[in-house]
């Protein structure tokens, strides 16, 4: 399985007339609702403190954004920003599961939604660790909910009956020395749904200091089991965009959508703005059913 760039890229790009996103947009949230793609990305200003941008888009390509960020800086605990959203439709509620940045770290917190613009924040969920690219599946798993996440170098799972305090935590998946994903790995958007298991997206990064993207397939009534993992990543930086930036040689994913028969891939290129790759329903099935080394 390989993704397929937007010939457009960028999609989204800094706007020095609004100084809250001025340096860089990147690191999105998508997901697709009544008919239309959402974003919900990270911007940085010139002091380099991190909010949260929305933006709207038809076709999933071309955007309308508001002109104020929708998720700041609010807390003791993300005095130094808000960053990489990624965004899980639970019934009728959006949440939004991001870090907060603060002179005490990273800290894994969560904020909800029934619009997508308007958020209530409800609190740090992970407390007294470093900890970062976490991210809900878009449904319970016998009875509990699952939040992926990351102590380095490895995607780690947790249970939670409310959302808020979580517990049974498990390593998932490793990193594989010697490869494109060696020193750590991290969650992209949330696991889609298929017949044959969780079709999850990842970022790896490696001894070259490059960030690439990368697939596996978990086991649909227990996600701790891995069934799959392609070797081979899915995307790599190539284009200008992607190879120079605030940080060069990223391609890093926060958020994808299924829809139409094609997945929409969306993420930071270099840390300074925001592309789309995609790849056809039947490239994906082939994935899925084929045979794949874990």
Known sequence: ?????????????????????????????????????????????????????????????????????????????????????????????????????????????????????????????????????????????GGRYYLLHRRLPDIWVACSDDLLHWTDHRVIMRTRPGTWEALKIGAAGPPIKTDQGWLFIYHGFGEDKVYRLGVALLDLNDPTVVLKRQKEPILEPEEAWELHGDVPDVVFSCGQVMTNEVLYVYYGGADRVIGVAMVGMPEVLDFIRGEAAT
């Not at 760039?5 to 949230?29: Q, T």
Request: charged share 25%; proline share 6%; aromatic share 10%.
């Open 1 to 141: 399985m390989r993704l397929q760039r937007y010939a457009g890229n960028p999609v989204l790009e800094p706007r020095r007339e609004h100084p809250w996103e001025a340096r860089a947009v990147f690191n999105c949230a998508v997901v697709h609702h009544n008919g239309l793609f959402h974003m919900l990305y990270r911007a940085v200003a010139m002091d380099l403190i991190s909010t949260i941008g929305y933006a709207v888009s038809s076709d999933g390509f071309d955007w309308l954004r508001l002109d104020r960020p929708v998720l700041e800086p609010a807390s003791e605990s993300d005095t130094k920003g808000v960053e990489d959203p990624r965004i899980t439709r639970l019934g009728d509620t959006f949440y939004m599961v991001y870090v907060a940045y603060s002179e005490q770290g990273m800290r894994i917190s969560l904020a909800a939604s029934s619009n997508l613009i308007a958020w209530e924040r409800l609190g740090v969920i992970l407390p007294d660790e470093d900890n970062k690219n976490a991210v809900l599946f878009p449904e319970k798993i």
